[in-house]
């Protein structure tokens, strides 16, 4: 006798990583686009390839984090609905996440908050919290919720399968991690141009897995226990009706 949905086994990662290839792929080229800008940002600013920070630095980082959050932000929008049958729609994700952008800012800080504080405590606890917190930027866009409501909901579908979701987040770190690698970033040698693309192309992918990984792991979970939420409507201007 088969078992009901909600007695099945953990979420089975190639389900999600087949739905996170569709949305990959068939929006390739907007997704690129948006998760290259703090890329970009960050090789112009380390075009001197040096190992002591300057001022520059200094005010590109805030920048670069603005921008990693939106060009997150914008691309769960679009892989949202490329996962629902529709176009990625590059224009109208932009429209979405900047209308979103503070509390998407705030989400993303209290997240990297509460994970900094789990991996200082313990290592176990920071994973945890990576975990249960890994869908709270798509709850804050696809649901449109509040900074708290985003966490709390993304607790909610989370709870039963966050060694899954770990197992998403550490797939979509690799290519960070084989690019450092292959480039010689563990290395103890003064830091080169090819270090330098390789760490930014790192984090360019794993901007890329993890928004697309957790917008199809937020789907799934919402499709396994049954718990669509009516988004909040948005204003005329950023609903790509204008």
Not at 7 to 32: C, D, E, H, M
Not at 44 to 59: H, I, K, R, Y
Not at 81 to 97: A, E, P, V, W, Y
């Amino acid at each position: 006798m088969s078992r009901p949905a909600s007695s099945r086994p953990p979420l089975r990662l190639f389900l999600l990583l087949a739905n996170a290839a569709t949305g990959l792929w068939r929006g390739l080229l907007p997704i690129v686009l948006l998760n290259s800008l703090p890329t970009l940002l960050a090789l112009l600013v380390n075009g001197e390839v040096s190992q002591t920070p300057t001022l520059a630095d200094l005010v590109a980082l805030p920048i670069a984090v603005i921008l990693l959050v939106f060009a997150q932000g914008a691309t769960i929008a679009g892989t949202h609905r490329l996962l629902q049958g529709s176009d990625f729609g590059l224009l109208l994700s932009i429209r979405q996440t900047w209308q979103r952008l503070p509390t998407l800012l705030g989400t993303a800080f209290l997240s990297g908050i509460l994970v900094l504080l789990g991996l200082a405590a313990l290592v176990v606890p920071g994973l945890m919290a990576i975990a249960l917190l890994y869908l709270a930027l798509p709850a804050c866009m696809i649901e449109r919720t509040d900074m708290v409501e985003s966490l709390e909901r993304s607790g909610q579908l989370t709870q039963g399968y966050r060694w899954s979701i770990l197992g998403l987040f550490l797939l979509a770190l690799l290519p960070t991690v084989g690019l450092g690698a292959v480039t010689g970033d563990f290395a103890y040698a003064p830091v080169t141009v090819m270090q330098v693309l390789g760490q930014e192309a790192g984090m360019m992918l794993f901007s890329v897995f993890s928004a697309v990984m957790a917008t199809a792991a937020f789907e799934r979970l919402r499709e396994i226990r049954g718990m669509p939420a009516a988004p909040q409507p948005l204003p005329e201007w950023a609903s790509g009706k204008t």
